[in-house]
């Protein structure tokens, strides 16, 4: 099985089988060479994406889909998915024919439910119904004719703006109550809680709507079964009707939850403590002086407290995708990509890439560890080198079993550990533009000629450790911090296309030590993510399911077996792309062998998404 090749490009029809192709740590260095070759002889240029990205409709339905195989009846739910969809709007013109988004990340909010159920008969059946988000994004932009007043990921500017036009725009986007949260695009993550704690105490608020009957899951969840939320990088959330998909009212933003949570830039990716239901985020506010709060919200009782507020000299507001949560910490690790004039440059350049200070290795990261029981804020400050991520993986800590002798008269200490995947540059944001992905006048072929920013688009799976004094609810403040600026020792790096993007894991292992990882790694067939693997992290071997050449893959949502306590033992839901055929289906992996047991297909593409969440009935 190890001399297998790591890839075929394949053209099998669904009904043929397809194997996986299992690799050892051995061959980490020589598939990581073969990747690269395939990117530099231009096998990506046969992998067709273009389906998933144009052309796209709503499909309210909902629209019993076409089972094939087997989908086990466990899995009975709402999978809830999010991304960009159509990335042009019909009758907006510009001197350049009709208006277009540049850039996948500023693709119009798509939102998706697969309604899994199990008839009398035991048989299963999924249905699908779509909706388009944004329409306050997509009517001001009929109305402007340009994103005038608008801030996305990383639209080209618009050279007829003047700098009175700027400075207008500059101003009203510092005010996340502003006009312009009408105008949010909210395309990239589901939060994982079906009830967003805190915003439906403000009856008088209607953004958040009225308060929807609720129970208390074993977890601690408050689930409502009629709301959802739908989030991005910035401060708002929109309240999504579960049955039809529609947005309801405006978007909230965190100044609802507390005051002090004055800023315009947040994480899409909020974390969730799986015990207690308490929901964390952080909050960024740019001015003279940047000011990073890292806030909780109760479940128990909706109220959010601040955890922990700092400004560092030399840091600035920064694009950060996502965070830890350990059982005792909430860890912020800043990145590579900070925003230039201390924040003032994402208004000013209406885009946040555009914002963003040009990356060079000086820009360390910096990462903050918050103590989330005693309250006792910043305990602990690290650096690491420069460098760039979207997604943490799994964070847990650990108690030391230290003798009288071995303590240093601070306590106890805390091992904590940090699974994150990384880049080494910030090159990876380049590569999704709509021109690169879908090769338009060669802009792929060129974007992968140069070897050296090759090496910097390839993710790895990276695990830190660090150890801190354990906080006491008695200690001040001060006393608990660990001395100086810690380095974390690295543990070990896997690197891709051994593991990829989009990781997910069993959520029964969130905060707690965990095994095995799925993720979505480039393998160098597409311009874009190509396959799933479900990496071992304890003997490094990975598992990579071998489709067929043109099926892309989207994130792969972990749904565990009932009842069982093995870690690898559920299905892995993911929605794939036939791009040569144009046809989308919803693919249901085996998680512990990365077979096949069945999938739902559809008669038209869906476009290739970001993230989504899992509930069961």
């Not at 450790?465 to 380095?487: D, E, N």
Request: include cysteine; charged fraction near 20%.
């Amino acid at each position: 099985m190890s001399d297998q090749p790591l890839v075929k490009n394949t053209r099998i029809g669904a009904s043929e089988e397809m194997r996986q192709v299992s690799r050892t740590a051995d061959q980490e260095r020589g598939d990581r060479e073969q990747v690269v070759q395939n990117l530099t002889t231009g096998a990506l240029l046969d992998w067709p994406n273009k389906a998933g990205f144009e052309n796209l409709t709503e499909h309210r339905g909902p629209i019993e889909l076409t089972v094939k195989g087997t989908i086990p009846a466990w899995t009975a739910g709402a999978l809830f998915r999010n991304g960009p969809g159509s990335s042009r709007l019909d009758g907006v013109k510009t001197k350049d024919g009709s208006f277009a988004l540049d850039h996948w990340f500023d693709g119009i909010a798509h939102l998706h439910r697969f309604d899994i159920t199990v008839a009398s008969n035991n048989a299963v059946k999924v249905f699908y119904s779509s909706r388009r988000q944004a329409e306050g994004f997509v009517k001001h932009v009929h109305e402007k004719g340009s994103l005038r007043d608008m801030i996305t990921f990383a639209q080209k500017a618009d050279p007829c703006i003047g700098i009175f036009s700027k400075a207008m725009s500059c101003y009203k986007a510092l005010d996340q109550r502003s006009e312009a949260r009408k105008y949010d695009n909210l395309n990239v993550t589901v939060l994982p809680a079906i009830d967003v704690p805190g915003l439906f105490a403000h009856s008088n608020n209607k953004t958040c709507g009225d308060k929807t009957s609720s129970d208390t899951t074993q977890s601690g969840h408050r689930v409502s079964s009629s709301k959802i939320w739908v989030a991005s990088d910035t401060a708002s959330l929109q309240a999504i009707d579960t049955t039809t998909l529609k947005p309801v009212g405006n978007a909230a933003v965190q100044g609802n939850l507390h005051p002090d949570l004055k800023g315009a830039m947040s994480c899409a990716h909020a974390q969730i403590d799986p015990v207690t239901g308490d929901m964390f985020n952080y909050n960024i506010q740019g001015g003279p002086k940047a000011i990073y709060r890292i806030f909780r919200i109760s479940a128990a009782t909706g109220k959010t407290d601040i955890l922990a507020t700092f400004s560092r000299p030399g840091l600035p507001p920064a694009y950060i995708h996502s965070f830890f949560l350990s059982e005792r910490f909430v860890i912020l690790r800043v990145p590579s990509t900070h925003f230039g004039k201390m924040g003032l440059s994402v208004p000013w350049e209406g885009n946040l890439m555009a914002a963003m200070v040009p990356f060079n290795k000086n820009l360390v990261n910096q990462w903050f560890v918050i103590d989330r029981i005693h309250g006792q804020g910043v305990v602990a400050e690290l650096k690491t080198p420069a460098g760039f991520f979207f997604h943490s993986v799994n964070c847990w800590d650990e108690i030391v079993p230290m003798t009288n002798e071995e303590t240093d008269g601070s306590g106890a200490k805390v091992d904590v550990t940090c699974d994150v995947v990384e880049f080494p540059t910030t090159d990876i944001l380049h590569k999704f533009y709509h021109n690169v992905i879908l090769n338009a006048n060669g802009d792929a072929r060129k974007a992968y000629s140069n070897l050296d920013q090759i090496q910097n688009i390839f993710s790895s799976l990276v695990r830190y450790k660090f150890r801190v004094s354990l906080p006491q609810a008695t200690s001040p403040k001060m006393t608990v911090r660990s001395p100086g600026i810690l380095s974390p020792n690295i543990v070990f790096t896997i690197p891709s296309p051994h593991t990829g993007e989009l990781p997910t894991i069993n959520p029964r292992f969130h905060t707690k030590p965990y095994r095995y990882l799925y993720s979505l790694p480039q393998t160098g067939r597409s311009t874009l993510v190509d396959t799933i693997a479900k990496t071992d992290t304890v003997t490094r071997e990975a598992i990579l399911w071998n489709n067929p050449t043109g099926h892309t893959p989207g994130e792969a949502i972990f749904v565990p077996r009932p009842g069982s306590e093995e870690e690898d033992d559920g299905v892995l839901l993911s929605v794939v792309l036939d791009g040569c055929l144009e046809k989308s289906y919803l693919l249901c992996l085996d998680a512990k062998t990365m077979q096949e047991l069945g999938r739902a297909e559809m008669d038209f593409a869906v476009g290739i998404g970001l993230h989504g969440v899992h509930h069961p009935k």
